[in-house]
T-cell receptor
């Protein structure tokens, strides 16, 4: 059965304090690992797709990387507007998306 | 841009009522999903539809059913609402794997359902 574990559950950062979120996964035949951002009371918003170990994607202060067993979302010099819950999901053989529980990030000025 | 629209942002229903949650997408996506989201549990898949009139059970289908009569519309039905179905419900859609230019799923804004 596909499984996704995210850590930490919550992260409190000072503005400018860089950090990383972890997403560990087990899946039969990875067909994509996805990162989403979710603001309170809203649906998840797509950030990145990664397919193979060694792949990296960047967008503003966010950078996602992938190994064979985990993915990291690096937040460089975060700002308060980066506060959100970040969700990781994997897609396995028949296309089902399996989500982790998310990491809630709070960035204080 | 892709738009996934859920019919209600907030709903309050009584125990035992039959509840319909509607979702419409405007990008001709083959695949549509219903998730529920609870604190500490993340998003859990209730049902998945890969084409019109086709459906597959997800991880937690008990107490729910779905209907997909048209490609753009996917309905979630709570046959007899119970308090443990109080949750945030999220609809998503995407192209069939390998068919579209973008592999990711697009989400609606969510429906917060309270069953009293």
């Amino acid at each position: 059965e596909d499984q996704v574990t995210q850590s930490p559950e919550a992260l409190r950062l000072q503005e400018g304090e860089s950090s990383s979120l972890n997403c560990s996964y087990t899946v039969s035949g990875l067909r994509g690992l996805f990162w989403y951002r979710q603001d309170p009371g809203k649906g998840p918003e797509f950030l990145f797709t990664l397919y193979s170990a060694g792949e990296e994607k960047e967008k503003e202060r966010l950078k996602a990387t992938l190994t064979k067993k985990e993915s990291f979302l690096h937040i460089t010099a975060p700002k308060p507007e980066d506060s959100a819950t970040y969700l990781c999901a994997v897609r396995g053989g028949w296309g089902k998306l399996q989500f982790g529980a998310g990491t809630q990030v709070v960035v204080t000025p | 841009d892709v738009k996934v629209t859920q019919s209600s942002r907030y709903l309050v229903k009584r125990t035992g009522e039959k509840v319909f949650l509607e979702c419409v997408q405007d990008m001709d996506h083959e695949n549509m999903f219903w998730y529920r989201q609870d604190p500490g549990l993340g998003l859990r898949l209730i049902y998945f539809s890969y084409d019109v009139k086709m459906k597959e059970k997800g991880d937690i289908p008990e107490g729910y059913s779905v209907s997909r009569e048209k490609k753009e519309r996917f309905s979630l039905i709570l046959e007899s609402a119970s308090t443990n179905q109080t949750s945030m419900y999220l609809c998503a859609s995407r192209w069939e794997v390998g068919e579209g230019p973008r592999p990711e799923a697009f989400f609606g804004q969510g429906t917060r359902l309270t069953v009293v």
